[in-house]
C-alpha cells in the first residue's frame, strides 16, 4: 500500500486541510485512498455507520477520499474533560477516562497495537492512504511516546510531508528547528516541505525558499496560498479565527462559547447561510439581541451549566427567552434547558443533582452507558414530513416526568426522545447533531427566524449541506494541486 504521511511544525500549521486535499486529488486520479490518523485529541466527533466515535477531521477526509468513514481511519480519539482527564475512544468505543501521566503509563502499548492493527486491516482495504500527524513530531519531551507522527511514518516507511504556516511568522526557523530535533531516521523520511498560508508575492519568498532547500537538502513542494475557506476545525482555538459578521447578513446567531465546547461542527452549515451570520460568545460576554441563541454540545455538561450560571449568561439566556427570542440547545445543551441535570455516579467529577435553565420540562440523568448512533427521523417541526439525519454522541437520557407538562412541549422528530419545542416555538432541544445538515430542515428552521424580523421566506428545496461540501472539497482540491507537487509522493 502507498502511504504519505503529512506532519507540521506546528499545531494549526494546516496538516489537516493538506490531508483533506491530498485525499481528493488521490481520489480524482483513481486511487482507492484512505485518510488515517493514529492519535486525534478533539471533541468534535462523528459517529460512523457502525455507531463508532472517531474525530470529525478524519470523517471529512474520507468524503474527501469518496469513501466510508470508518473507525479503523482513527483508531484512538481522546475527548478531554474538565478534570485534567481525557474520555479514550479506542476503535470507536468509550473504554474509560483517565489523566495524561496514566494513559500514557497503561494504554501506550495497547494504542500502539491498535494503530498497528488497523493499519494492517486497512492495508487490505486500500491502494493509498495519507497519514495525518498530530502538533509536531518533534516535541523531545514526548516523542517517545508519540503514537501520532514519525512512528506512524517509519511503521509505514511513508515519505513525509513537513507543513508549516508561514503566516504567523517564523517559518523558516520552525522548519529548520524540527528538522534538527528529528532523528537521523526520522528526517530522512521528510521529502518535502509545503508553506501554507502564504499571502503576497512568490519572488520575495524564492531567495528563502532557495536557502532553505540548500540548507537542509529538502525540497519545498508547496507554496499554498492563504484560502478563505473554513473547513471543519479540531478544536476550539479555531473558533477565534472565525470571519467577522457577513456584509449582507440579515439575521445574527449567537452560539455560546462553553469551556469545553464540542461538535461546532454542527453549525457550519448555518455559515454558509449568506444571510445568517454565527457568532461565538464567551460566557462573560454581553448576550445582547441576536435572532437566536444556541447552546452546543459540550463534554463536561454540568461543569459548563455551571459556567453559564456563575457568568450570568445563564440569567441573560432566560430573560432572552421570557421576552420571546429563540433559544436552541443540542446535546448539552439541549440538557442544560431542562429542569435538572442529574450525575449519581459522578460520570462528569463529582455527582450530585443540578438546576438546569429550566426553559423545557425535562430531566436529565447522566449514566455510564454511552449512546452513539447515526439516525434517520422524520420531523414534526419547524415543517412537519421532512427527512432528518444526524447522530446521537451523550451519556444521558432526558425525560418528562411530570404528565401535566406533556402538552407544554411537543416532540421536534417522530422519535420523541430525540427532541422538543415548547408550545410557542421559542425554545428547541436535540439530541441529534449535524441536523443544520439536512438543508430543507435548516431553511425551515431560518425562515421562522426571518418570519418573526418580517423578512421574506427563502426556498426550502435546498440541497443538504453534503452536496455543498462536495463543491469546497473540489475547490480545495483544485486550488491545492496548482501549487502542490506530488510527483515523488505517489
Not at 495525518?132 to 511513508?158: F, Q, Y
Not at 438543508?439 to 421574506?456: E, I, T
Request: glycine content about 10%; proline content about 5%.
Amino acid at each position: 500500500m502507498k502511504a504519505i504521511m503529512v506532519v507540521g511544525t506546528t499545531s494549526h500549521a494546516g496538516k489537516s486541510l493538506i490531508t483533506t486535499a491530498i485525499c481528493r486529488i488521490l481520489s480524482r486520479r483513481g486511487l482507492r485512498v484512505s485518510p488515517f490518523k493514529g492519535q486525534n485529541m478533539a471533541l468534535n466527533a462523528y459517529v460512523t455507520a457502525s455507531g463508532g466515535e472517531i474525530g470529525y477531521a478524519q470523517a471529512v477526509q474520507a468524503w474527501a477520499a469518496g469513501v466510508v468513514p470508518l473507525v479503523e481511519m482513527n483508531p484512538i480519539l481522546l475527548k478531554p474533560q474538565g478534570d485534567m482527564t481525557s474520555q479514550i475512544i479506542l476503535k470507536g468505543k468509550a473504554i474509560g477516562k483517565v489523566s495524561a501521566t496514566d494513559y500514557y503509563e497503561q494504554y501506550f502499548e495497547l494504542g500502539w497495537q491498535t494503530i498497528k492493527e488497523c493499519l494492517q486491516y486497512l492495508s487490505t482495504e486500500f491502494e493509498a492512504l495519507v497519514c495525518e500527524g498530530a502538533g509536531s513530531p518533534a516535541e523531545i519531551n514526548l516523542k517517545h511516546r508519540d503514537l501520532t507522527n514519525m512512528r506512524v511514518a517509519k511503521h509505514l516507511n511513508a515519505p513525509t510531508l513537513l507543513v508549516v504556516d508561514i503566516d504567523r511568522g517564523g517559518a523558516f526557523a520552525h522548519v529548520v528547528g524540527t528538522l534538527e530535533l528529528l532523528d537521523p531516521d526520522e528526517r530522512a523520511l521528510i521529502k518535502g516541505v509545503v508553506i501554507n498560508k502564504f499571502r503576497g508575492q512568490r519572488s520575495i519568498l524564492e531567495p528563502g525558499i532557495k536557502w532553505l532547500e540548500e540548507r537542509t537538502g529538502i525540497p519545498v513542494v508547496g507554496v499554498i496560498p492563504y484560502l478563505e475557506q473554513v473547513f471543519p476545525a479540531e478544536d476550539s482555538l479555531d473558533l477565534l479565527e472565525r470571519k467577522p459578521a457577513k456584509a449582507n447578513s440579515e439575521l445574527n446567531i449567537a452560539v455560546i462559547r462553553l469551556p469545553r465546547i464540542a461538535n461546532f461542527t454542527d453549525f457550519d452549515p448555518l455559515e454558509s447561510e449568506p444571510s445568517v451570520t454565527v457568532k461565538y460568545l464567551h460566557p462573560k460576554q454581553e448576550l445582547g439581541h441576536p435572532d437566536a441563541v444556541i447552546i452546543p454540545g459540550t463534554k463536561t455538561t454540568i461543569a459548563d451549566l455551571i459556567t453559564l450560571q456563575k457568568s450570568g449568561m445563564a440569567e441573560a439566556i432566560q430573560n432572552y427567552a421570557a421576552s420571546g427570542g429563540t433559544v436552541l440547545g443540542i446535546c448539552g445543551g439541549f440538557q442544560m434547558l431542562g429542569q435538572s441535570i442529574a450525575d449519581p455516579e459522578g460520570m462528569e467529577g463529582q455527582s450530585g443533582k443540578y438546576q438546569g435553565l429550566n426553559l423545557l420540562p425535562i430531566k436529565t440523568v447522566i449514566t455510564g452507558q454511552k449512546v452513539a448512533r447515526q439516525r434517520q427521523v422524520t420531523s414534526n417541526y419547524p415543517q412537519a414530513g421532512l427527512p432528518v439525519t444526524g447522530f446521537e454522541i451523550h451519556q444521558g437520557r432526558s425525560r418528562i416526568e411530570n404528565p401535566a407538562d406533556q402538552k407544554s412541549c411537543q416532540p421536534l422528530f417522530d422519535d420523541a426522545n430525540l427532541g422538543l419545542v415548547d408550545s410557542c416555538q421559542s425554545v428547541w432541544g436535540t439530541y441529534l447533531h449535524g441536523i443544520f445538515d439536512n438543508g430543507p430542515w435548516r431553511r425551515a428552521w431560518v425562515n421562522r427566524l426571518r418570519q418573526q424580523r418580517g423578512l421574506k421566506s427563502l426556498p426550502t428545496g435546498v440541497a443538504n449541506y453534503k452536496e455543498q461540501r462536495e463543491q469546497m472539497l473540489d475547490s480545495l482540491a483544485t486550488q491545492i494541486e496548482e501549487h502542490l507537487d506530488l510527483t515523488q509522493f505517489i
